[in-house]
């Protein structure tokens, strides 16, 4: 990446034709708008693990773009010195990042053991039908994606469902229809816990790493009382772990390499930091260089 490029500036100045929108433009429009977050998020990390900022900058690309786009694995191998299988790798492996346009309002529903047994397949059926989309497909106005989850980790509100990962919680077909009206409606109803509904995109920002200002972004709250079901039942019954010192340390491994040593700290540089074959990548320590 050129210091032009990260400086924020586009190739195509005033008075070029813009040409095709291949991924190559797409990925210099997204070097454009998102240099400065990037440049912000790559500093969070020591210069020699400087991969490990790949996904908070797949975040910011579906902020912009609904979803990690072709050009937005270029974008990222540019900025981080990976080639694009790399990235591509890392985006197809996590199911947070979406290689397809994603709708505003992903919603996701949870099918595992805990929340099927209380109607969660129902659900995911009802919305398939009523919305007229499969998993991970989008309505056609763009709106929803629809996709079934595995285990949402809110089994003691089960069933339950999320729009763009807040919980909407003892969902049924009934409140999951009228939750997907209200939201191709241009409602946002509000969740079964933190602050109100924003898009995918609003999200991904989020989950980049960069504050959502609005005062009702963040709600915090007490524990359910689901959650709290089990120790109460402990307490009320004098149950506890025999011998448990919840101050216990944690003991270090015996035997065998020390972790670190392990993990490469004898080398000069980590084993998971080294530079990939193939594809020219541009090492990111010099386009931040050029960059200042
Ligand atoms: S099984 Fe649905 S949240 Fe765990």
Same mark, same amino acid.
């Given at each position: 990446?050129?210091?032009?490029?990260?400086?924020?500036?586009?190739?195509?100045?005033?008075?070029?034709?813009? $040409?095709?929108?291949?991924?190559?433009?797409?990925?210099?429009?997204?070097?454009?708008?998102?240099?400065?977050?990037?440049?912000?998020?790559?500093?969070? %990390?020591?210069?020699?693990?400087?991969?490990?900022?790949?996904?908070?900058?797949?975040?910011?690309?579906?902020?912009?773009?609904? %979803?990690?786009?072709?050009?937005?694995?270029?974008?990222?191998?540019?900025?981080?010195?990976?080639?694009?299988?790399?990235?591509?790798?890392?985006a197809?492996? %996590?199911?947070?990042?979406?290689?397809?346009?994603?709708?505003?309002?992903?919603v996701?529903?949870?099918t595992?053991?805990?929340?099927?047994?209380?109607?969660?397949?129902?659900?995911?059926?009802?919305?398939?039908?009523?919305?007229?989309?499969?998993h991970?497909?989008?309505?056609?106005?763009?709106?929803?994606?629809?996709?079934?989850?595995?285990?949402?980790?809110?089994?003691? %509100?089960?069933?339950?469902?999320?729009?763009?990962?807040?919980?909407?919680?003892?969902?049924?077909?009934?409140?999951?229809?009228?939750?997907?009206?209200?939201?191709?409606?241009?409602?946002?109803?509000?969740?079964?816990? $933190?602050?109100?509904?924003?898009?995918?995109?609003?999200?991904?920002?989020?989950?980049a790493?960069?504050?959502?200002?609005?005062p009702?972004?963040?709600?915090? $709250?007490?524990?359910?009382?689901?959650?709290?079901?089990?120790?109460?039942?402990?307490?009320?019954?004098?149950?506890?772990?025999?011998?448990?010192?919840?101050?216990?340390?944690?003991?270090?491994?015996?035997?065998?390499?020390?972790?670190?040593?392990?993990?490469?700290?004898?080398?000069?540089?980590?084993?998971?930091?080294?530079?990939?074959?193939?594809?020219?990548?541009?090492?990111?320590?010099?386009a931040?260089?050029?960059?200042?």
């Amino acid at each position: 990446m050129t210091e032009t490029q990260l400086n924020g500036a586009s190739a195509s100045g005033p008075g070029n034709v813009p $040409g095709p929108r291949s991924s190559l433009d797409r990925a210099e429009n997204l070097v454009e708008k998102l240099s400065e977050r990037a440049k912000e998020i790559i500093a969070r %990390y020591p210069a020699d693990r400087s991969r490990s900022a790949l996904l908070p900058l797949l975040h910011l690309v579906q902020s912009e773009e609904g %979803y990690v786009s072709p050009a937005g694995v270029e974008f990222c191998a540019q900025v981080l010195g990976l080639n694009k299988a790399q990235v591509g790798a890392v985006a197809s492996f %996590y199911t947070m990042y979406k290689r397809r346009p994603t709708g505003d309002w992903l919603v996701s529903v949870c099918t595992n053991t805990m929340c099927n047994v209380l109607g969660g397949q129902q659900v995911y059926d009802t919305l398939s039908e009523h919305l007229g989309v499969g998993h991970d497909e989008t309505t056609p106005d763009g709106k929803v994606t629809l996709e079934h989850a595995e285990c949402l980790a809110a089994c003691d %509100y089960g069933p339950v469902l999320t729009v763009n990962y807040d919980f909407f919680d003892q969902v049924d077909p009934d409140t999951a229809v009228a939750l997907v009206n209200e939201l191709r409606a241009g409602g946002r109803p509000q969740p079964a816990r $933190g602050g109100r509904l924003c898009t995918l995109k609003e999200m991904s920002l989020q989950l980049a790493g960069f504050a959502d200002p609005r005062p009702e972004a963040v709600a915090d $709250g007490v524990a359910g009382d689901p959650t709290l079901r089990g120790l109460r039942l402990a307490q009320q019954h004098g149950i506890s772990v025999a011998g448990f010192d919840p101050n216990t340390p944690i003991k270090a491994p015996t035997g065998g390499a020390p972790a670190a040593e392990a993990a490469g700290a004898g080398t000069s540089k980590p084993a998971s930091d080294r530079k990939p074959a193939g594809d020219a990548p541009q090492p990111q320590e010099q386009a931040l260089k050029e960059a200042k």
